[in-house]
């Protein structure tokens, strides 16, 4: 209260702020997915190219998904891949194939239809994610009513550079996110895809606030010979810049996340029955309850059943039909891990502190790999001594399952940055102490104000030590913070305006080695 104010005779109040100001951590754990959805409208606005933030899956599909029809329309489907049966004259090389009838058939999808995004957002959510940022690009293209020569590199041609660019530039306005995930970059051809992943690390690098999680090309159906030419086009593509604000994940994993109603017949051709009918019910050893069903669907008798009722009576008559389904529905369950790895750091961070390394952890819906990765294998991934560029691997183990087995930026070559935690861990103390330093800008560059601002910092980073965040056996192993004239300022920073503070931490890094040394001992008498 300004005394001079005061002019006529009373009483008056004046309250003096008993507690100081405190830094409040960030959130560390809000992904921003850039990619297509299946719509982008909600209440007659469009939501394309625009930065959504939302809370639950249930708000993600009010907004992003189709809405379902009444009764006894069959459920709307977000996701149509097609996929085609080419007949083959010898067995194929890869695994992608059937024995129909006693020949061979190559099982491929229609690369335009193929998306990430919706299955990887499930997937998210399924391994405990929370807030997320939406950045709905378009919505699916249009199919090519071709397949994809087998063994050829997946590029869906309704995926397009600028269009991911486009909304990773949105996000430069958005300071809340801590991950850019583009579940459908591995889409992309090779060239495409590396100069997303440099603008993305580039952004990254200049806005401190969020890692990039990667998928790496290749990763869906390894070769189990020369996988490593994938590793090392990836490596080759993601330039030198921001390495610190990256991580990368591989292989691909097999997931229970689509359901068996959601992949029919329409999912086969193109959705003619035409094409399917020689497979399901060969001419030299027809089925007259298969013909019927569908006879059914081109031409129905009567009321026309749903998608689902002519499907299940299908699946119930034709053993391979059943079979046809089962395979791809394993293929389109195939999905990059990024989803998943953003859900299970929103559930380390929840649980154990963001300085936790996301590793040693399950993956919720992993139920097969492409690729069993083994310790000799893994070793190449995780440490590469040209580029640095460290790759974390999901592996099986015997007795507990699909694990994450890795915790390296790519910068593993980097004593300060190799760690995803320490990384993590950084990012939320720097912006959780410049947020809160937002307060004193304009204060009187004095001693007061330095005094206050290192008790802020001081109280805030004990409360990190407290929780385990920190090594140290006192705060003061734990942390300094120094602010003042002749220890982080001169006069003349004074003079222009210039308020120093340094902080230093002792981040926690995970025991990535544990090494038992064993040795033996004589008998001694008793």
């Known amino acids: 209260m300004n005394l001079s104010n005061i002019k006529s005779p ?3 109040i004046n309250e003096v702020n008993a507690f100081p100001n405190s830094v409040v951590p960030v959130a560390t754990a809000v992904p921003a997915f850039i990619g297509y959805t299946p719509q982008a409208m ?13 809370t639950s899956f249930a708000e993600f599909q009010s907004i992003y998904c189709y809405p379902d029809q009444s009764p006894p329309t069959s459920t709307a489907k977000q996701y149509q891949p097609q996929y085609y049966l080419i007949q083959q004259k010898s067995m194929p090389a890869g695994n992608d194939y059937m024995v129909i009838n006693n020949a061979y058939y190559s099982i491929v999808p229609d690369p335009d239809t193929i998306y990430y995004f919706y299955n990887s957002i499930r997937l998210f959510y399924q391994n405990g994610g929370g807030d997320a940022y939406i950045v709905s690009v378009g919505t699916y293209g249009r199919p090519s009513m071709n397949p994809i020569n087998p063994g050829d590199q997946l590029i869906n041609h309704n995926v397009h550079l600028a269009d991911l660019t486009n909304g990773l530039a949105l996000l430069k306005n958005e300071q809340e996110p801590t991950m850019y995930i583009c579940p459908e970059a591995t889409l992309l051809s090779i060239a495409d895809n590396g100069t997303l992943m440099k603008e993305m690390l580039l952004q990254s690098n200049d806005m401190q606030t ?3 999680v990667f998928d790496v090309i290749g990763a869906k159906n390894p070769d189990p010979v020369m996988y490593m030419n994938d590793i090392v086009t990836f490596r080759n593509n993601t330039g030198i810049i921001g390495l610190n604000y990256g991580t990368a994940y591989y292989p691909f994993i097999g997931t229970s996340v689509m359901q068996n109603q959601e992949i029919d017949y329409t999912n086969l051709f193109g959705g003619d029955v035409r094409q399917l009918a020689p497979l399901i019910n060969p001419a030299g050893n027809p089925d007259q309850s298969v013909a019927i069903i569908l006879g059914n669907i081109e031409s129905p008798t009567g009321a026309a059943l749903t998608v689902n009722q002519y499907h299940n009576a299908l699946l119930n008559a034709s053993k391979t039909y059943s079979s046809i389904i089962n395979y791809i529905l394993t293929d389109v369950n195939i999905l990059p891990p990024s989803g998943a790895m953003a859900g299970v750091m929103t559930t380390t961070d929840n649980y154990e502190g963001v300085w936790k390394a996301p590793a040693n952890a399950s993956i919720a819906g992993a139920v097969s ?7 000799s294998q893994q070793a190449s991934l995780n440490v590469d001594v040209v580029s640095g560029k460290s790759i974390n691997t999901i592996r099986v183990f015997p007795g507990m399952g699909i694990l994450v087995w890795g915790a390296r930026t790519l910068d593993g070559n980097s004593s300060d940055w190799r760690y995803l935690s320490v990384r993590r861990t950084m990012m939320m103390i720097e912006q959780s102490c ?4 937002q307060t004193y800008v304009f204060q009187p560059n004095d001693k007061n104000t330095w005094e206050a601002v290192k008790t802020m910092i001081g109280s805030f980073l004990t409360n990190i030590w407290k929780e385990g965040g920190l090594q140290g056996a006192t705060p003061v192993d734990a942390f300094f913070v120094s602010c003042g004239l002749g220890a ?13 503070i340094t902080i230093g931490v002792a981040v926690l890094r995970p025991a990535e080695f544990i090494i038992i040394t064993f040795q033996q001992q004589m008998a001694v008498s008793g």
């Open 434 to 437: 410049k947020l809160a330093a």
């Open 488 to 500: 982080t300022m001169t006069a003349d920073d004074i003079l222009n305006g210039l308020m120093n």
């Open 42 to 54: 909600y209440e007659g606005k469009s939501y394309i190219n625009i930065p959504q933030k939302i």
């Open 10 to 12: 009373g009483v008056y």
């Open 210 to 212: 969020a890692i990039c």
């Open 369 to 375: 790999l492409p690729i069993q990765i083994t310790d």
